[in-house]
Each structure stands twice: as structure tokens, then as C-alpha cells.
């Protein structure tokens, strides 16, 4: 059973840092493509950052370039999303998803990704 469990949300200033957490069991975490995802209420889900397979590649959303960062750790099954220079339009539950493409590419479109997590709360108060 595939299970993917985020952590490290929270409310946090405007310009402050969080940073979350994804561990994965049940699959081959090695060879998945990991991604976040998030969604503010009203809105629909949207691509915030990936990062594929060795030899490792990472895509971000325009808006987060330069203030997120995303990693994996194979050993430990986890992929991680620091987020730093926080702002109030970061507010939204973040979703950890996995898939597996070809090529060991990524998609921006949340119906290609296989697995969820729950999602973790990240509140940016101004």
C-alpha cells in the first residue's frame, strides 16, 4: 500500500521559512518522479515544484523560483520543499504527489501523478 505522509506546515510571518516534508513507502521511491502541489480555498490545485529521478532535475512554478527549493533523500524515501521568503499568497494546503513517467521526466498537472499525501497547512500571515 502506497502511502505518502507530509509534514512541517504551519503558520508563519510573511518573509519567514518553513519547510515540509514528504515520506513515502510502498513504492519505488527511487525511481518516481516527486512533485508538490497546492491549493487555496476556491482555487483549483496547482503545481509548485518536481524533481525527477538520477540524473535529478527540478521544475518550479514561476511564482516560487528563487525562494523555493525542492530535494529528495533516497535513502530515507522523503522529498522536502523548502520554502523561504514566505508570502501571503503562499497560503494554501500543500499536497506531495508521486508518479512515474518516461524518461523519468515530470508533469505539472495533477491527474498525472499516481499517489497523494493528506496535505499539510501553510499559513502566511502578513
Known amino acids: 500500500q502506497v502511502q505518502l505522509l507530509e509534514s512541517g506546515g504551519g503558520l508563519v510571518q510573511a518573509g519567514g521559512s518553513l519547510r515540509l516534508s514528504c515520506l513515502a513507502s510502498?513504492?519505488?521511491?527511487?525511481?518516481?518522479?516527486m512533485a508538490w502541489f497546492r491549493q487555496a480555498p476556491g482555487k483549483e490545485r496547482e503545481f509548485v515544484a518536481a524533481?525527477?529521478?538520477?540524473?535529478?532535475?527540478?521544475y518550479y512554478e514561476d511564482s516560487v523560483k528563487g525562494r523555493f527549493t525542492i530535494s529528495r533523500d533516497n535513502a530515507k524515501t522523503t522529498v522536502y520543499l523548502q520554502m523561504n521568503s514566505l508570502k501571503p499568497e503562499d497560503t494554501a494546503v500543500y499536497y506531495c504527489?508521486?508518479?512515474?513517467?518516461?524518461?523519468?521526466?515530470?508533469?505539472?498537472?495533477?491527474?498525472?501523478?499516481?499517489?497523494w499525501g493528506q496535505g499539510t497547512q501553510v499559513t502566511v500571515s502578513s
Open positions: 510502498g513504492l519505488a521511491f527511487s525511481m518516481s518522479t
Open positions: 524533481i525527477t529521478r538520477t540524473p535529478i532535475n527540478t
Open positions: 504527489a508521486a508518479g512515474f513517467f518516461p524518461g523519468g521526466s515530470y508533469r505539472d498537472t495533477p491527474h498525472y501523478y499516481n499517489y
